[in-house]
């Protein structure tokens, strides 16, 4: 008999690393449902419009799909209600998913231990509505970290997407977690499409480019500073809470497109000088997508960039997220000679289909701690 396996994830109402995540696992097993607590096939990737999504009340509510954070007080409550009858569930979670209930085994892959709870700072950012956010976040958290804790605890076993979360979660869970690198699902024989309207601006290329959500934390705003007064191009890709404010501080030689289709994304991608990655990430997959198109990085020197970056063969680093030393290793990477072919196959290690045969595995060892099913019935898990 065939396992049943399931995959959830958080919420599916955005474009972003943890979503790829996502849609490799669903490749690995197509038959597998997806379970979330919000769904908005208009704000996230089109391909899961092929997959089989069930969701929890809460995405009866249209405010909660365009913006999660507002269903933050119900989100545990949420988690918890999603009952997944499956013989293992592959939890994508960066906070709730691996807290939904199941009759079978639990393989937590962690993106991070929820940064609301033990990277609040940094989440929130400043601005003038990170008081309020804060006011409200210190009042659910005492009740929110027992919640978490407890669901982490329950988990059969943890995988970690860099060597920062592995840390982490040793650190916030007690759990010695395995490290699985998350794949890139660059397509390079994929077709690109240039971005209307852009083509002024973007030109026969060379332009710097980013790729983000549009966080606090992920240092977009040093990015722009750091244009200013430059003789060159920046285009940022991304979505998210700062994305008008962004736009109000960017000069002429900065625009910044959301909700870009992966063809447009690749033709910006081919034509772009380099990536620039100020961001603290948990782990750096902008870098491996730019390095298989043959573009290095400019990225700094922390968290996952650390995992998914070797100095000089896909990119360089810089030492602080501010404005003087993003301009500072522009300026001075223009100078390096690019060996193509060996970034392209140093990225190709990262393959979806090396991180599909791994994930099997690690979900074959939980299906023989009960001697219930072989995978290799339909499939191969080695």
């Given at each position: ?117 033990y990277l609040t700072d940094e989440y929130l950012g ?194 602080e997220p501010t404005a003087a030393s993003i301009r ?55």
């Amino acid at each position: 008999m065939t396992p049943r396996i399931a995959i959830a994830h958080d919420y599916l109402t955005q474009r972003g690393g943890a979503e790829r995540v996502v849609l490799a696992l669903h490749r690995a097993f197509p038959e597998a449902p997806i379970h979330t607590t919000l769904y908005d096939p208009d704000l996230t990737y089109p391909e899961f419009r092929d997959a089989e999504v069930i969701t929890s009340p809460l995405n009866r509510i249209g405010a909660f799909r365009r913006n999660h954070r507002a269903a933050l007080p119900l989100l545990a409550a949420a988690a918890s209600s999603i009952r997944i009858d499956a013989d293992v569930v592959i939890a994508s979670s960066s906070g709730w998913a691996h807290g939904f209930p199941t009759t079978g085994k639990r393989l937590v892959y962690c993106h991070t231990p929820a940064r609301w709870l033990y990277l609040t700072d940094e989440y929130l950012g400043g601005g003038s509505d990170a008081g309020l956010k804060g006011a409200v976040l210190g009042a659910l958290k005492p009740g929110l970290l027992r919640w978490d804790r407890k669901k982490a605890a329950e988990a059969d076993a943890y995988l970690a997407n860099s060597s920062i979360v592995k840390e982490r979660i040793r650190k916030v869970y007690g759990i010695e977690a395995d490290l699985l690198f998350p794949p890139h699902s660059v397509d390079i024989t994929q077709e690109s499409k240039p971005i209307g309207g852009l083509e002024h601006f973007i030109g026969d290329g060379g332009h710097y480019l980013v790729v983000s959500r549009l966080m606090p934390y992920k240092n977009v705003d040093q990015v722009i500073e750091a244009f200013k007064g430059l003789d060159e191009r920046l285009l940022i890709v991304g979505n998210g809470p700062l994305l008008q404010t962004l736009r109000q501080q960017s000069p002429d030689n900065v625009r910044i497109v959301a909700n870009l289709s992966d063809a447009e994304l690749a033709w910006t991608y081919e034509h772009c000088t380099a990536l620039i990655a100020a961001s603290y990430e948990d782990f750096g997959l902008t870098p491996l997508e730019a390095g298989a198109h043959g573009k290095p990085t400019i990225a700094l020197r922390a968290g996952g960039y650390l995992d998914s970056i070797v100095e000089g063969v896909n990119g360089v680093f810089f030492e602080e997220p501010t404005a003087a030393s993003i301009r500072a290793s522009v300026r001075s990477s223009g100078a390096i000679e690019w060996n193509q072919e060996f970034m392209v196959e140093y990225c190709n290690q990262f393959s979806e289909q090396n991180f599909g045969r791994r994930i099997k595995s690690h979900v074959q060892r939980l299906l023989n701690s009960v001697n219930k099913y072989d995978l290799r019935v339909g499939w191969r898990a080695d």
